[in-house]
């Protein structure tokens, strides 16, 4: 099954999407997974990617293109994904229009609020990229040992940024795909589990 997740940054996208990709037994695609990798490896790609991810803007789309259609041709996805944060912008989803077709658009609706508060109070690991709230006092992450870190780009002010990028170049998708494809909303102020229990239901009725 073909699935893509949007919503706000810090909705619980990437929470989801591992726990999808566990029981579908398909890739999880993190565009900003695959963009972090890129800069840790200073790649060509990751240095112009730094600039704007420490903005709170979205990446070029040459860039992304190049990325995401490298990884859609790998064998694994020949049996579906989970695309988590791309597209990201109406170009983006002209784009994988063009290659390939959704089964299930999955939007995770949360408060503004919640997520200020939430991505601020994160920490990530720059291991695994699972992230758990600083309150939970974890020295190191609680999934693989590895370092936890704070994101740069979950600094209040960048936060604020990327609130907006998503407001004006994403959130217009959410129209598009309940047009042209099968998008379920599920309520993403809920607890993790109940999240999934929706998404699991959202699945299965598919
Ligand atoms: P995320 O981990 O999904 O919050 O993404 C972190 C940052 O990576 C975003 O704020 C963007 O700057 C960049 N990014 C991730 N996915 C995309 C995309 N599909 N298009 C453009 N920029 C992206």
């Known amino acids: 099954m073909k699935i893509l997740l949007l919503g706000a940054p ?17 890739p999880h695609i993190s565009t900003g997974d695959m963009l972090r990798e890129e800069i840790k490896s200073n790649s060509k790609s ?8 420490s903005q709170g803007g979205l990446v070029p789309d040459d860039i992304i293109f190049d990325i995401v259609k490298k990884r859609l041709q790998n064998d694994d996805c020949k049996n579906g994904f989970i695309l988590d944060a791309y597209p990201r912008n109406p170009s983006q989803a002209m784009e994988l229009a063009k290659i390939t077709k959704l089964d299930l658009v999955l939007y995770l609706k949360v408060d503004n609020k919640k997520v200020i508060d939430r991505l601020s109070n994160r920490l990530t690991c720059t291991d695994c990229q699972k992230s758990v709230p600083k309150s939970s006092g974890y020295a190191n992450c ?11 780009d979950d600094a209040e002010d960048v936060i604020k940024v990327r609130l907006e990028t998503y407001e004006k170049q994403t959130k217009p998708l959410i129209e598009y795909y309940d047009k042209v494809s099968n998008l379920v909303v599920i309520d993403a102020d809920q607890e993790v589990e109940k999240v999934f229990n929706d998404i699991k239901m959202a699945i299965n009725r598919k």
């Open 46 to 53: 990751g240095q112009r990617a730094k600039i704007y991810i």
């Open 10 to 26: 810090g909705c619980g996208k990437s929470t989801q999407a591992k726990l999808i990709t566990d029981m579908l037994n398909v």
């Open 142 to 152: 609680p999934y693989c040992g590895g370092n936890l870190v704070q994101r740069p």
